[in-house]
C-alpha cells in the first residue's frame, strides 16, 4: 500500500528508519516521503511522522522526532515506562538496562524497534553513551511529566 509522509523534522533522518519496514521509499518534491509499505498503521507509531496519507485519507502520525540519539534508561514501573515511552518521541534510541518488565518493553519496541535490552544493571562506557533518563552519572534527559498523567499515557502507549 501507498502512503505519502509529512516529516515534523529531518526527512533524511525518518527515510532512514523508516526504510527497513518499506518495500519502497522515496522523497517527493514537496519534501514529504512516499513509502509503499504493507501495513500503514506502522506510520502512526514511528516518532518523527506528522502526517501521512492513503486512499486520499490524510491520518495523524505520533509527531515528535525522529529516533537518532542512543541513551539509557532503567525500567522498573509505569513511569519508568511512560519516560522510555516519551523518551522515544522525542528522538532518543534507547538502550535498557536490565528490566524484567518485558511487556513495556514490547509494547515500546512497537514505536521504536530498534530499541535494545541489555543484560547488565549499569552502562557500559564501550558503548560511548552520553545520555539517560534515568541514571546517575550520565547527562540527564528530562522528562516533564505530571504523576495524574502516567496512567493515562501509560494506557495510550499499550493500544
Known sequence: MRAEVKPTENLERLKENLERHTEHIEKTDNGNLMVELEDPELL?????????????????GLKGRPVEEEAYIKIEDEEDAVKAFLATVEGYDLRILNSG?????RQLKKYNPDIKHLKF???KK???????????????IEIDLDEEDVELVYR???T
Open 121 to 123: 544493571d549499569k552502562p
Open 101 to 105: 518488565r518485558d511487556w513495556d518493553i
Open 156 to 158: 495510550e502507549m499499550l
Open 126 to 140: 564501550v558503548l560511548g553513551i552520553e545520555k539517560a533518563v534515568n541514571i546517575k552519572g550520565k547527562q540527564q
Open 44 to 60: 502512526s507509531r514511528t516518532p518523527g511522522v506528522d502526517t501521512y496519507t492513503v486512499d486520499g485519507e490524510q491520518k495523524h
